[in-house]
């Protein structure tokens, strides 16, 4: 009986095990399709621009010069020290300061840009700041990030932010390959937002101290 019982077992360990590399391998080799997420943009409440590529600040402040948000959320993330470039007399401005620069060079007003968090180290760190920081009149939210990340941040936004329209946008310079095997920044994206998704659905996002 216990023989049995192990037996049968060790075969539906083996099905589910097999069925999830399926499923997984399928998510994988389609991730190009379904990790971008373009919504019809609309007049909104605030404009939230995630951290990380440049490209995202002046696109974003393209988005403010139409007309549809009156002000920009941008956080502060964890920066690397840039030593010793910095002692070589180069300049080394943390990443937010120059997303604020390219935002008012572009036209965006000084008290349009609001910085929030420190050390910021994920998505999930930059939802949780702005649930707190976002008052319950800031009801219809533009997201701008990378093509690759719109669909993790709109699963950790959609339940940080609940009751709030959430429409994501992506710079249209920032190349992202459906067939992203055939592209080498695309296939570094996909394999490194697979690995993030699995810290996510395993509890382990990344946190700041504040």
């Known amino acids: 009986m216990i023989r049995r019982t192990l037996k049968y077992g060790l075969m539906l360990w083996g099905a589910v095990s097999l069925l999830a590399s399926i499923v997984g391998g399928g998510l994988v080799l389609t991730a190009g399709w ?3 997420v373009e919504d019809a ?4 409440d605030a404009i939230v621009l995630f951290a990380g590529d440049p490209r995202r600040a002046p696109y974003t402040a393209d988005l403010y010069l139409k007309g549809l948000a009156p002000v920009v959320y941008t956080g502060r993330p964890m920066n690397e020290s840039q030593e010793p470039l910095c002692s070589l007399g180069l300049p080394c401005v943390p990443e937010e300061e120059r997303t604020r620069a390219a935002l008012l060079l ?3 007003p000084p008290e349009a840009v609001r910085l929030y968090g420190h050390d910021l180290m994920s998505t999930v760190d930059e939802g949780e700041h702005l649930a707190r920081l976002l008052g319950p009149e800031v009801k219809t939210i533009i997201v701008v990030t990378s093509p690759y990340h719109c669909r993790r941040a709109k699963l950790i936004l959609s339940r940080l932010l609940p009751g709030r329209e959430l ?44």
């Open 34 to 36: 379904w990790l971008p």
């Open 41 to 44: 943009l609309k007049p909104a």
């Open 106 to 108: 572009k036209g965006v």
């Open 167 to 210: 429409l994501f946008t992506s710079p249209p310079y920032e190349r992202f390959e459906r067939k992203w095997w055939t592209h080498q920044n695309s296939a570094q994206h996909v394999i490194i937002e697979s690995a993030k998704f699995l810290f996510y659905f395993a509890g382990r996002p990344f946190r700041s101290a504040t």
